[in-house]
């Protein structure tokens, strides 16, 4: 375990970011963080209550209708953009040890992905360069001057799981339109978007222009419902960002949602399958399926039904579990007793109702402490079943039989959910045929990519709006049109 004591700085450990100073909480509560792979606490952190809640909106709000951000270009605010960057460049290291120890992910994994996070501030950094505030068009009279203006305070709510790599897309994004923003930290994860703030600090950004807090669920409905708030950025669960949905629909707030995934990776016949698997597997379970567009379920012609079980399950089996601080663990704890027992219950329902455990089941792999569950895969899994049909996340995957391409598209389809998926195949244009046929956002061909200058987001029950490329930073922006009159003369 790291020495955080000498690893983050004090401000880090026990303050919020609010203004532009490092404020001690007014509350007293505190959450204690427990690592995963041991069971032990190593630290506690302040939680915010509704008075730390009302600072940091008031900030956020001062710093939009008073503060020089949102008057700033888009060129102007690409500096202060790119000097966060280099901060958070040097902090990389640190960032993936708080991912390991504050939730438990491999730390293979965690340095792989976190990059991520820094081509979101890079390319939102250039965006705003080049990006056109204002667009002349012409009109009966003379022109319209068509401006894109920040939507004013925006709220962030990050999720555990992954908090750096989501609230870093938020939080790019958002400041590269001209908002400010106030970050409402998880419990579970609080130190990544504090590290952010540090950032923020050293980069010079104006006061007021990124406030973080950590705070629970009573807050994050303080933040949501508050009348001077007029953007709200979540990632969670859908019932969480239905709540919010509801709630912001009152006074129109913007909302974009970032929910819950069930993804299909379907193989077409024609596959050649240990290419198909080498790229496939490492999604089916990253971070112990707790990752939104994990391909939890495999899809696979029935002819073929068997030698894709075997050969999946095989792979499986050769993955390490165990601590997530050791550089060839593949597969970690889940987050905690209650996400454990949670992977559990799936796993049972999955064996209640007919479908058949391959690789794993209930254990812990052996472990006396730690929240650890058996990487499982299932065989003989129906389209109906609870595991076929509700995320788990967990290191659980379904391995699902389909008679023909359109059988394939209905089982793919047949979920409330549409956030990713994938098709493999030796034709690729056979494969981008049937991806176009798959009700979800973000599909890949014979792969799974992520890209800052390419959407995320998805259909159905996971979500509204887009994080990501273009799109992204247009779900921060307001479009007025000002009408000019030919000059005389």
């Not at 003379?142 to 962030?156: I, K, N, W």
Request: hydrophobic share 45%.
């Amino acid at each position: 375990m790291t020495e955080y004591s000498t690893a983050l700085s004090s401000n880090v450990r026990s303050r919020f970011f609010i203004d532009g100073e490092w404020v001690l909480s007014h509350s007293d509560a505190r959450h204690v963080l427990i690592s995963p792979a041991t069971e032990e606490p190593f630290m506690s952190v302040p939680l915010a209550d509704s008075v730390d809640v009302e600072r940091a909106i008031a900030a956020a709000r001062r710093a939009f209708d008073h503060g020089p951000w949102p008057k700033l270009s888009g060129a102007e605010r690409s500096i202060y953009l790119k000097r966060l960057t280099e901060e958070i460049r040097q902090r990389l290291p640190l960032l993936a040890q708080l991912w390991t120890d504050q939730v438990g992910a491999p730390i293979t994994f965690a340095n792989g992905l976190l990059p991520t996070g820094i081509t979101r501030f890079e390319f939102f950094a250039s965006l705003a360069e080049t990006f056109e505030f204002e667009d002349p068009r012409p009109t009966r009279r003379g022109h319209a001057r068509v401006r894109r203006e920040p939507v004013g305070v925006a709220v962030l709510i990050a999720p555990w799981n992954a908090t750096f790599p989501i609230v870093s897309h938020k939080i790019a994004a958002a400041l590269a339109a001209g908002c400010t923003v106030v970050v409402k930290s998880p419990p579970e994860s609080p130190l990544d978007a504090l590290v952010i703030a540090e950032c923020a600090a050293a980069a010079g950004l104006p006061p007021g222009v990124l406030n973080v807090i950590t705070a629970g669920r009573d807050e994050g409905a303080q933040l949501v419902q508050s009348r001077d708030v007029d953007k709200i950025s979540f990632t969670g669960s859908v019932a969480t960002g239905q709540w919010i949905a509801r709630a912001a629909v009152d006074r129109l707030a913007r909302v974009t949602l970032e929910l819950g995934g069930k993804s299909a990776a379907i193989l077409l016949d024609d596959v050649d399958l240990p290419s198909a698997l080498a790229a496939l597997t490492p999604f089916t379970m990253p971070f112990s399926g707790q990752i939104c567009f994990a391909q939890t379920r495999i899809l696979a012609p029935r002819a073929r039904h068997d030698e894709v079980v075997s050969a999946y399950a095989e792979i499986i089996s050769k993955l390490k579990l165990g601590d997530p601080r050791e550089s060839d663990t593949r597969i970690g704890p889940v987050l905690n007793a209650v996400q454990r027992e949670r992977v559990r219950g799936y796993i049972e329902q999955g064996i209640s109702e007919g479908a058949q455990i391959v690789l794993g089941g209930t254990g812990n792999g052996g472990f006396e402490k730690g929240y650890f569950v058996e990487p499982t895969v299932f065989s003989h899994v129906t389209p109906d079943m609870t595991i076929a049909q509700q995320e788990i996340f967990g290191p659980v995957v379904s391995i699902l039989p389909y008679d023909d391409i359109d059988d394939a598209v209905r089982i793919a389809n047949d979920t409330p959910y549409g956030l990713s998926g994938s098709v493999y195949s030796s034709d690729v244009e056979r494969a981008y045929a049937l991806a176009c046929r798959i009700q979800a956002g973000h599909i890949g061909i014979n792969g799974i990519e992520l890209a800052a200058n390419v959407p995320f987001g998805g259909f159905k029950l996971s979500g509204v709006g887009r994080e990501g490329g273009r799109e992204g930073l247009e779900a921060y922006l307001e479009t007025k049109a000002v009408f000019m009159p030919t000059a005389a003369g």
